[in-house]
Every structure is written in C-alpha cells, then in structure tokens.
C-alpha cells in the first residue's frame, strides 16, 4: 500500500530533551514536506525537500532540522524543543513540489 | 505575507445546503489550484484541483469555480452531507517553478442535520 508513515504518533516530551520525529514514503517521490498544524494558523511548511541531500526552509524552520540521506526518509529534529513547538506535525510527499501531496496520519507532540 | 487567503474560517450548512469556501490570491505566477480534505485525527488529503485554463471542474458534488482575472477560486460543496464535516485547505502553487505548495488556513466545515 502506498503511503507515508510517520513515528511517533503521539510524544510527550520536556524542554530541552533532543527529539527525532520520522518520516518514511514507499512511493518513490522527489519531494518530501513537513508542516504543523495548530488552530486558527493552517497548516505551516517547517522544510521541504526537492531530492536527496536537497533542503531547504520553509516558513516556519526556527528550531528544527531536516536530512534527506535517502529519497524515503525525511526525519524531522528538534534538538531543545520548547512549549511553543507544542503541535501536530505532518509529513508530505509527492512526485514534485507542485503535484498531489500524500500526508501521513500525523504526530501530535506536547512539550512540558 | 499570507500568499494564499481563505474564508470563512468556520462555516455551519444545514444537511442538503450549499457549503461554499473561497480563496484568493495575490501571485500571478500560479498556475495550480488544489482543495484538500482533512478528517478529525487524519492528515489531509487531496479533494479536488483545477489548473487556470478551465473556470470551473466538478466531482460529484464538489465543484472549484475559478476567476482568473479576479485571482479567486471557491469550492462548492452541493447537497451536503454530515460526513462532508472535515476541515478543507485551499492551496496554490507554481507548476513551471521549483516553489512548494502554499496552503491557506482552512476552513472548519459541520453540515448539520
């Protein structure tokens, strides 16, 4: 089945406390996204990547980081989460930046 | 700057209403035009697109109308269900350049019997 998987699905965390959040496609797409969601903002592109070894921010990129050393994977850090990374996060792929984006169910994250 | 403009943030449709969410936009540039769904607990998914050579494309009950020259584009939800209560995103993008998706805010829709 096609889809985008993410892990964990739901994080309790401390400030401070380095985080990973991951990503995984198993359609082959070029382009992989990651985006919060919180009430009243919409959804908001954190970084984004074109191909392997390629990314770059997005709207909100303060206090996280991307690789892209595979064309599946796309992790998601948060190396000193604060509160105000308290979100739902989504990850995205598609076969290019502008086509159908496939999101993943989600990781609801709580940072005490 | 918000490149992408939705509304109305909430909208409440009786059962068999017209539900009705508009978008504008202020770049020129682009060229593609999708609405995505998103369920409570899920992530969204694509509902329907219209590229700017059309005004208008329907699927089933759902129809994007699209004025290019007023640089808006609607979805129009006929004979609305509850089970259409979901969360809709209106997005744009470039198709000829590298640029991502720009989302709008969304729009909360409950179709009430």
């Known amino acids: 089945e096609a889809q985008v998987t993410q892990n964990p699905r739901y994080l309790i965390t401390v400030t401070g406390k380095k985080l990973t959040v991951t990503c995984s496609q198993n359609m082959n797409h070029e382009y992989m996204s990651w985006y919060r969601q919180d009430p009243g903002l919409g959804l908001r592109q954190i970084y984004y990547s074109m191909n392997v070894e390629v990314t770059d921010k997005g709207d909100v990129p303060e206090g996280y980081k991307v690789s892209r050393k595979e064309k599946r994977n796309f992790p998601l850090i948060l190396e000193s989460p604060s509160p105000n990374q308290t979100s739902l996060y989504f990850c995205?792929?598609?076969?290019?930046?502008?086509?159908?984006?496939?999101f993943g169910p989600g990781t609801r994250l709580l940072v005490l | 700057q918000q490149q992408v403009k939705q509304s109305p943030q909430s909208l409440i449709v009786q059962k068999g209403g017209i539900s009705i969410i508009n978008c504008a936009y202020e770049n020129t540039a682009f060229d593609y035009f999708p609405w995505y769904q998103q369920f409570p607990g899920k992530g969204p998914a694509l509902l329907i697109a219209?590229?700017?050579?059309?005004s208008e494309k329907k699927e089933g009950r759902f129809t994007i109308s699209f004025n290019k020259s007023a640089k808006q584009f609607s979805l129009h939800i006929m004979d609305s269900q509850p089970g259409d209560s979901a969360t809709y995103f209106c997005?744009?993008?470039?198709?000829?350049?590298?640029?991502?998706?720009?989302f709008g805010k969304g729009t909360r829709l409950s179709v009430i019997a």
């Open positions: 995205a792929s598609s076969p290019t930046s502008e086509g159908t984006q496939y």
């Open positions: 997005a744009a993008s470039e198709n000829s350049g590298n640029t991502p998706l720009v």
């Open positions: 219209i590229r700017p050579d059309v």
